[in-house]
């Protein structure tokens, strides 16, 4: 091929490739591969590839991610949205037919959801006409749910239960070995709990360096809808004064508070 092939993945019976800043469609021939469409409208070049159904994301090294989809009457590949903020993706993970998780090179985790309306209208529109973009751009755009900074490159992300019955969470890995997993929060009494606590944690066990945690967090794009674990986990290291006076605030005993973090670790 004339470019560099970085991502690979099977859709639809089919070899889906990205070379360069474009992505190919191969079936197996007698002989050899067939390139049967290809799209060029990546902006830079392509890292990471996720399919499901007709739909493709891509993840672009300097442009965030892509979504396109595959009109099979037309035989070609054409993105329908994009994101606003310019991420230098490492890698992708996909959640839903909607969602999609990644990683960019500067240590930031992030979801972004395709809004139900504009989902809807591209499954809805047999045509595809609402889908041709202008200026080089796709004419929607994913909405940001989750961003939290890591603090190391993040190379991979995986969906995967820890245990038997549990449910998912997403596992990451990172260049320099580390291994972490970030667990959805079911309930809205959990995500209240954990970000008082997180809060007030940040008050009572500041990090050894002098640096602000929640600056640390948004090195790069302000902290959202992620509370850091590592730092919850640092409750039970505090003293007996301490542990009392964030469980008064949280209308818990100590007790309490240990087995609701024993609970979400188990999970």
Do not use: W
């Not at 090294?61 to 994101?83: F, G, M, Q």
């Not at 302000?222 to 674990?229: E, R």
């Amino acid at each position: 091929v004339d470019g560099i092939p970085s991502a690979m993945a099977a859709f639809q019976g089919r070899l889906l490739a990205g070379v360069g800043s474009g992505l190919r469609l191969y079936v197996c021939g007698k002989k050899k591969l067939l390139k049967k469409c290809e799209c060029k409208r990546i902006p830079t070049f392509v890292v990471a590839l996720q399919t499901l159904g007709d739909r493709i994301y891509a993840g672009d090294a300097s442009e965030s991610l892509h979504y396109l989809k595959y009109k099979p009457a037309e035989n070609t590949i054409v993105p329908y949205a994009d994101d606003i903020i310019p991420r230098y993706t490492t890698a992708l993970q996909l959640l839903d037919y909607d969602t999609v998780a990644g990683a960019d090179k500067f240590g930031n985790f992030f979801i972004c959801r395709l809004p139900k309306e504009v989902s809807r209208e591209i499954e809805e529109d047999p045509t595809g006409g609402r889908i041709e973009g202008r200026l080089h751009s796709a004419p929607f755009k994913v909405e940001d749910l989750v961003c939290y900074h890591v603090g190391d490159t993040v190379t991979a992300l995986q969906r995967a239960s820890l245990q038997p019955g549990a449910k998912e969470c997403v596992l990451y890995a990172t260049v320099m070995g580390e291994v972490g997993a970030l667990h959805p929060f079911t309930s809205r009494e959990d995500v209240d709990f954990f970000s008082h606590l997180e809060m007030h944690l940040r008050q009572e066990a500041p990090p050894l360096c002098g640096r602000d945690h929640l600056a640390f967090r948004s090195a790069y794009l302000p902290v959202k809808h992620c509370c850091d674990g590592d730092l919850c986990e640092q409750y039970q290291q505090l003293s007996t004064e301490q542990q009392s006076r964030i469980a008064d605030e949280l209308d818990r005993t100590p007790g309490e508070v240990v087995k609701k973090l024993e609970d979400v670790r188990n999970k």
